[in-house]
């Protein structure tokens, strides 16, 4: 039976959701997948009180990726990072949701923590530096 897992993006503001709409377009429509925002008018409790009911759903196993480590959103999901069904990791950005997705499609979790960090990171290009070898390739 393939484990059901929900992605949940821990952000300020509209950046989760945004992330999501991203994906989408990329991937087509991402089922399971929850954005937790930080709106300037919410304090730190709704943020919890939106996630706590999320994680006592039914899903096997829960990837939640938050935008900056030691900011609201991702403080909270560190209330959960101990708990054995929970992943938490900070620095989101869209190549980490893909990564994810596909996982998730796949089935594949084995060292997943790594995989979305390495992923995170080799998204971050100096484009311009890259053009530049490129061109003195010619």
Known sequence: MKMRTAIVL?????????????????LGELKDVFSISLEAEKEPIELMSELEPLLQSDFDQYILLADLFGGTPCNVAARFSLEDNVIVLSGVN????IEAEMARMQGS???????????????????KKIMKERKAER
Do not use: N
């Not at 979790?109 to 484009?127: C, F, H, N, Q, T």
């Open 10 to 26: 821990m952000t300020h503001g509209s950046f989760g959701k945004e992330l999501i709409a991203s994906g989408e377009l990329i």
């Open 94 to 97: 869209l190549p980490m949701l």
């Open 109 to 127: 979790y084995d060292g997943l923590e790594e995989k979305l960090m390495k992923s995170a990171r080799e998204g971050i290009k100096d484009v």
